[in-house]
């Protein structure tokens, strides 16, 4: 059974920077597309970025793009999201997700616990 965890979360202040990170085990990672998925208080859950399982391809909400880097290494089962230039509006439960494609429909399945993300003014 696929299990993602995710870590890297934490309080930064407007244009600062976190790295967030999510462990894959229970499965092939290099099988999957992977995706980061964000919740604001009282928000949908919305899409943020995904990667093929190569890496080539790379999709970004237009919120996130020009801020947000996504990658992965699949020799550490990991998919990593650097996230610069950081904005009040970007504070939200941030989730990864295995999925089937890098565009919707996702074809999601696994999910993780989600981390905080906290962006102070």
């Known amino acids: 059974q696929v299990q993602l965890v995710e870590s890297g979360g934490g309080l930064v202040q407007a244009g600062g920077s976190l790295r967030l990170s999510c462990a894959f085990s229970?499965?092939?990672?290099?099988?999957?597309?992977m995706g980061w998925f964000r919740q604001a208080p009282g928000k949908e859950r919305e899409f943020v970025s995904a990667i093929s399982q190569l890496g080539d391809i790379r999709n970004y909400a237009d919120s996130v793009k020009g801020r947000f880097t996504i990658s992965r290494d699949n020799a550490k089962n990991t998919v990593y999201l650097q996230m610069n230039s950081l904005e009040p509006e970007d504070t939200a439960v941030y989730y990864c997700a295995t999925a089937d494609s890098c565009q919707p429909p996702w074809g999601l399945a696994a999910w993780g616990q989600g981390t905080l993300v906290t962006v102070s003014s």
């Open positions: 229970g499965g092939t990672f290099s099988d999957f597309v």
